[in-house]
Nanobody, 125 residues
Framework: QVQLVESGGGLVQAGGSLRLSCVAS????????MGWFRQAPGKEREFVAR????????YSADSVKGRFTISRDNAKNTVYLQMNSLKPEDTAVYYC??????????????????WGQGTQVTVSS
């Protein structure tokens, strides 16, 4: 079992930065693939970025490439999402998620068995 708690959301002006954190409980965090997703009002949950546990390889959605960076610190049971050059269209609730299976793509919500409660990110124009 893994429990996830996100933090770091808030209100920021366009062009600004935020760093989201997701702390996981449990002793096996280092063997979980971790992902970030977001959901804007009236829209489906969409993939943002993921990081694999086995080699720390990352993959990001085209909409955030070059602006967002996912990373993890296994010693702190934490995954981060550094968000730079934020745009109003980045406004959403951001969720972190954990997947125990090594070679899933990591881009589909149904691949993840554990989810945090979400943190709101609002980017003003």
């Amino acid at each position: 079992q893994v429990q996830l708690v996100e933090s770091g959301g808030g209100l920021v002006q366009a062009g600004g930065s935020l760093r989201l954190s997701c702390v996981a409980s449990g002793r096996t965090f280092s063997s979980y693939n971790m992902g970030w997703f977001r959901q804007a009002p009236g829209k489906e949950r969409e993939f943002v970025a993921r990081i694999r546990w086995i080699d720390s390889s990352t993959y990001s959605a085209d909409s955030v490439k070059g602006r967002f960076t996912i990373s993890r610190d296994n010693a702190k049971n934490t995954v981060y999402l550094q968000m730079n050059s934020l745009k109003p269209e980045d406004t959403a609730v951001y969720y972190c998620a954990a997947d125990s299976r090594t070679y899933n793509s990591g881009i589909q919500p149904w691949e993840y068995g554990y989810w945090g409660q979400g943190t709101q990110v609002t980017v003003s124009s």
